[in-house]
């Protein structure tokens, strides 16, 4: 007797769209993914730090990334009816690199500042964080962390310099 296959009647996204918005299932964690999500950049700084990326080469690996998470993002939440999911952490990812990119350091003390304040930014969520964290489509899913991103760099290159 052949076995029959099991196909889910719910439709899902693809592969590749998970693994790059889930930046490899990292938003999958059962519990505090955009935590997850936010120390699974951390591998990526310390390749991009290894490979002795400029400012130049970093920001546009930044816009890249930003503009193919809002589309692919986009498409995700209107096929599925979703608003800003849990498992979709690209957004901490930027989020993460956008904070480093004022620090370009993987010195611990460095990466713990860019880390929790890139997290307390991302969860206080200071205007216009709030304004494009309710909006309903990719854009404002993926730029509320970009602009956290930028408050908590602005605020960790000056700890890291001045204090």
Do not use: C
Not at 135 to 154: C, M, N, P, R
Request: neutral net charge.
């Amino acid at each position: 007797m052949k076995e029959q296959k099991v196909v889910s009647s719910v439709p899902r996204p693809s592969l590749p769209v998970v693994l790059f918005l889930s930046w490899f299932y990292s938003g999958k964690a059962p519990k505090a993914p955009g935590t997850v999500g936010s120390l699974a950049a951390l591998p990526l700084i310390f390749l991009l730090n290894t490979l002795g990326i400029n400012i130049y080469s970093l920001i546009a690996l930044v816009v890249t990334l930003y503009a193919t998470a809002v589309i692919v993002t986009e498409q995700v939440q209107k096929k599925y009816h979703l608003h800003d999911p849990q498992w979709i952490v690209i957004d901490e990812v930027i989020g993460m690199l956008i904070t480093w990119a004022f620090v370009q350091s993987v010195a611990f003390p460095d990466l713990f500042l860019v880390f929790g304040l890139f997290r307390l930014f991302d969860i206080i969520k200071i205007w216009p964080a709030s304004y494009f964290d309710r909006l309903h489509h990719g854009f404002g899913t993926i730029t509320d962390d970009v602009v956290s991103g930028v408050y908590a760099g602005i605020i960790a290159y000056f700890v890291r310099n001045y204090l």
